[in-house]
């Protein structure tokens, strides 16, 4: 079951750099901080994922506090097109399974 | 490169009757993933295929449903027969194993099908 902690919703301008919080306190060392994303009637995209050391790729940047209890998603500059629910999946490194918890809404306003 | 196919896209049946999606994954890809959300829950995972083999299927929620990959390329997951509570969307994702195990494997979904049981 999942193992995280997140807003289930919040708002964003259009432009404006999205953080998206996530609280993960009984994460064990061998396990990876992943995000994905669903928007509406699609299947989940993957972003993001990291073990401790802050990640950054063309869609998002990942900070992960130095305890390793809690992160961040950070979309730059939001987009309308970045509206979605985002998933915050704590994975242990040999399990292929992913564990989707509520997510956070997050909508993006011009 | 195609992404991650599912077919039908919708499907409606009345309660007691069969029902068979099918998943194309990406080329290559060894690893295939089903999961699924019923109405109003979240998504949960139903099982793992590496190739042809099923490596976990923890996730099944009982023995109505069954799924195959035959030849470790398309799959399918059959309802038979199907109960209301199936309703929902039926995801798959495939994956290329990656050195370091899963922790470093990316997973990607296809669109999911959408079915309804009435």
């Known amino acids: 079951d999942a193992k995280t902690t997140q807003p289930p919703s919040m708002d964003c301008a259009e432009g404006r750099a999205a953080n998206l919080p996530c609280n993960h306190s009984t994460i064990s060392g061998n396990e990876y901080v992943y995000w994905y994303r669903q928007i509406h009637s699609q299947g989940p995209q993957y972003i993001i994922h990291?073990?401790?050391n802050n990640e950054t790729n063309e869609m998002a940047s990942l900070i992960i506090t130095e305890d390793r209890k809690s992160s961040t998603l950070i979309l730059p500059h939001a987009t309308l097109r970045d509206t979605a629910v985002y998933y915050c999946i704590v994975r242990i490194y040999n399990d292929y399974k992913l564990s989707f918890g509520a997510g956070t809404t997050v909508t993006v306003r011009a | 490169e195609a992404g991650v196919t599912q077919f039908p896209s919708h499907s409606v049946i009345e309660k007691g009757q069969t029902v068979t999606l099918r998943c194309d994954p990406i080329s290559g890809h060894d690893n295939l993933y089903w999961y699924r959300r019923v109405m109003g829950k979240e998504i949960k995972f139903l099982l793992h295929?590496?190739?042809?083999?099923?490596?976990?299927e923890s996730g099944m929620p009982n023995n109505r449903f069954l799924a195959e990959r035959t030849g470790g390329t398309y799959s399918t997951l059959k309802v038979q027969p199907a109960e209301l509570e199936d309703s929902g969307v039926y995801f798959c994702a495939s994956s290329h194993p990656r050195q370091g195990g899963a922790g470093q494997e990316t997973q990607y979904f296809g669109p999911g099908t959408r079915l309804l049981v009435l």
């Open positions: 295929f590496v190739k042809e083999s099923k490596q976990d």
């Open positions: 990291g073990l401790k």
